[in-house]
Nanobody, 121 residues
Framework: QVQLVESGGGLVQPGGSLRLSCAAS????????MGWYRQAPEKQRELVAT???????NYADSVKGRFTISRDNAKNTVYLQMNSLKPEDTAVYYC???????????????WGQGTQVTVSS
């Protein structure tokens, strides 16, 4: 019923930038908070940044000052601008959204399929 499709990952050198996008589609009545999480090899998935429907943001300490989360509510899309990338930012990045469905007014979390970000020289 709902899909989250991420794009924008890739290989970048240390100090470089990438912009991730995640578009939600389907039988959506409303999207509450959206966010980005990441999982590095042999590590647990961790929060990167979240943004509420009114634009309030929250960041992991490790990315503050380097990453910026934003959203376009008209397009049901969330973005993550990543600057000054470091090798330790290498991970699979997942989009998350708290969505109220049109059908039966059910509300639940959805996840994207993940996009690989590799920071290496």
């Amino acid at each position: 019923q709902v899909q989250l499709v991420e794009s924008g990952g890739g290989l970048v050198q240390p100090g470089g930038s990438l912009r991730l996008s995640c578009a939600a589609s389907g039988s959506i009545s409303r999207i509450y908070a959206m966010g980005w999480y990441r999982q590095a090899p042999e590590k647990q998935r961790e929060l990167v940044a979240t943004i509420t429907s009114d634009g309030s943001t929250n960041y992991a300490d490790s990315v503050k000052g380097r990453f910026t989360i934003s959203r376009d509510n008209a397009k049901n899309t969330v973005y993550l601008q990543m600057n000054s990338l470091k090798p330790e930012d290498t991970a699979v990045y997942y989009c998350n959204a708290d969505i109220l469905l049109r059908v039966l007014s059910r509300r639940r979390d959805y996840w994207g399929q993940g996009t690989q970000v590799t920071v290496s020289s």
